[in-house]
Nanobody, 122 residues
Framework: QVQLVESGGGSVQTGDSLRLSCTASDWYAMGWFRQAPGKEREFVACISWPGTKKDYTSSVKGRFTISRDNVKKMVYLQMNGLKPEDTAVYYC???????????????????WGQGTQVTVSS
């Protein structure tokens, strides 16, 4: 198991940007999920180890970018063009994986962060 620590959430206006950060580990595929009030947790983005493969949910493609810095052992979610519908608690997730494998289902992940709130107002 790995301990995941997220940071970077906050309250912003429509169109603003935020960058979420999360600790990562070697040989772990990483993902970002979010949960809005009254809704189920949903997939946002994921990245393989060591970072060659990525995937995004359709609603964030072109606006969000997932990346990882394996020297610093961090994974990032750069969020541009934020919209009110992006408001949610964002969770970082990890699972040990083979090189190039990436996962978009929350049931694929074994370790979760505590979540960081992102609020986008119009």
């Amino acid at each position: 198991q790995v301990q995941l620590v997220e940071s970077g959430g906050g309250s912003v206006q429509t169109g603003d940007s935020l960058r979420l950060s999360c600790t990562a580990s070697d040989w772990y595929a990483m993902g970002w999920f979010r949960q809005a009030p009254g809704k189920e947790r949903e997939f946002v983005a994921c990245i393989s180890w060591p970072g060659t493969k990525k995937d995004y949910t359709s609603s964030v493609k072109g606006r969000f970018t997932i990346s990882r810095d394996n020297v610093k052992k961090m994974v990032y979610l750069q969020m541009n063009g934020l919209k009110p519908e992006d408001t949610a608690v964002y969770y970082c997730a990890a699972r040990r994986g083979v090189s190039g494998a990436y996962y978009s289902r929350d049931s694929d992940y074994t370790d979760w962060g505590q979540g960081t709130q992102v609020t986008v107002s119009s």
